[in-house]
């Protein structure tokens, strides 16, 4: 029997199952799902089935992070914004295959459950798989983890598949179920993996059907009412749950919307990174001073610099290889926002609005993807790619149009906008972003309205969201006072200094005068600062993150030892001539992808376990 335990303030981000290994290394498994140290773990047995969990001790989400009686154990991740965990319901639902009651929770969430009297598995994934939630499941066994790192500590041979490396270069990231082990897959959106533990047969169900365009959509001021009732409605709840709350704080328009929905300024702590100089620490520092709340600035200065060459190991390490080097800054964010931990148990942050109400996927512009989403044509560039993967093109390009074929027959015609947003929803989003759940977990709870099931509803039942401004439009126009006109309205009904502090030129509440004069004082104030930038003799642009020095200079020698060396394995996926040819151009686009590939061949696929901070020194 598993003995019990119940933690009524505690959170748990991370668990793993193992069923039919006797030799499973669990305390080498539990620092896979506790790589900071900052979590308490919990181990659960029952004869060969290993459940294990970690958890923060305080946490917005009240209640017991496992269960268990005479005929369940059960063991659940991540966070639910309705401040419980509703076991009774969801071992019900399971007993009962009423699984469409899983449709109802909003957060990033995944429950395993195994049924003691059948002897079946079950695993829920949420309805995006926002939280990834990894299997495994062969012949003699079954994992299961939130973590990939977790299956580089079982006692079987794992293999390295390159489809996984041909989708983060051509796409940017994983698609589907691909990870980077072969035979090891990602759960898929709003489903249920079910196994039998004996013959291991296993089915997914899908628990509800995918978010969908509305045929008729509100517009005008009944669109902007109904949004704003929504925002009212759901976000002041993503607040709930600590008295020492953090907010993302930019020179944009998404953070400042949720900072306007906040219920106590009192207990909040704006915070803002960057390069020194960049409009996002300058503007930021204003609001916070108009609105009277604290704040933390997080610099990316001479010691962020210096971390640098360690950060790009320890964010594959920490995020268990679900974020990129040239996202590492985020470890340092979150670690020295927390102080490791220790402060702001929940963080809000903005991300994902502006994909669901601007149409903004800025990261694909340039790329084959983002040529296929303006013309809807499958669109591979031939002569770069058969440069750059050598005798690998032919597999490489048959297996990326078998791609694009599935996520066509998934979403629909990649230049429609409704289909560029379930592409976003779907698969941009979980995994771009996820990386970033992915090392924020394991400091503080991250919560994100723009991930809440009524927001992206209403993101397709309105004309002002990407459906009229997708950057995905054959005939996009850009026009930013279109775009920004329902943010703007929603913050200047909610009243206070936000409605007259200037967002891109232009305050909110100056939108209730018309189009024309937004744009005149939009045109205005740009042109005054540029002016002041000329007399100043000081840049018009500082970027927010200096990648192309970073890369350059600061990680030059460790790119070099890790892509130009003899003993380079990501030589053996793509052509070696090729790569050469970019020893003097660190900044190219393709290099930091290479260097995430590279640091997970040598980590995982290199006969050697945990070797993240022995390559880095």
Known sequence: MCEHFCETGAKAMSYFVCLGLSSCNVDSMIDA?????????????????????????????????????KNWIAVFAGDLIEGFIPWKLVLEALENENYKVFAGFNGYFSFAALNKKDNRVFVVSDRRSQLPVFYLINDTCMCISTELLTFSRLPIEMQFDPEWLWELLFFLHPIG????????????????????????????IEYTSKFLKKDDLLEGKDA??????????????????????????????????????CPRLDNVTAYTYGTPGCSDLVEASKIAHALNIKHQMIPFDKDFEEQLPSLIFETIYVSSALEGVTRSSLLYIYRSLTDAGK?????????????????????????????????????????????LMGDSYKRFKRCMMERLDTLEAKYGRLDKPESSMSYSIYEFSP??????????????????????????DLSFSVKCSALSFSKSLRNYNKNPIDEMTLQAYMISK????????????????TFSKGKIACTLVRTMNLGANRIKSILLNRPSYIPLGNWDKWLNVTLEGTINNLLFKHNSMIKHFVNPKYLDSLRNNLSDPIIAKLVRAEIILRSFFNNQKDTFYRISS
């Open 494 to 509: 909610n009243a206070g200094p936000l409605g007259e502090i200037p967002v891109y030129g232009v305050s909110p509440n």
């Open 177 to 204: 179920q691909t990870t980077f082990f072969k035979n090891v897959r990602r759960m898929p959106p709003a489903s249920i993996l079910e196994t039998q533990i004996e013959s291991k047969e296993h089915r997914a």
């Open 431 to 456: 995994k771009y972003f996820g990386g970033e759940l992915a090392i924020a977990k394991h400091f503080s709870t991250l919560r994100v309205p723009a991930w809440d099931n009524e927001i992206i």
């Open 33 to 69: 799902i506790n790589p900071c140290k900052t979590f308490k773990t919990k181990i659960l047995k029952r004869d060969k089935v290993c459940f294990a969990v970690s958890f923060h001790e305080n946490s917005p989400l009240k209640g017991k992070r496992y269960f268990e009686n």
């Open 343 to 387: 402060k702001y148990p929940l963080i809000l942050s903005g991300i994902d609005l502006d994909s669901l109400f601007r149409g903004s996927l800025g990261v694909l512009r340039g790329t084959d993807m983002g040529r296929t989403f303006t013309t809807g044509e499958k669109c591979i560039n031939e002569v770069y790619w058969e440069e």
């Open 224 to 261: 902007l009412e109904h949004c704003y009732d929504v925002f009212r409605n759901v976000i002041p709840r993503y607040f709930v749950g600590s008295k020492d709350v953090a907010i993302s704080l930019t020179a944009g328009l998404d953070t400042r919307t949720i900072l306007s929905f």
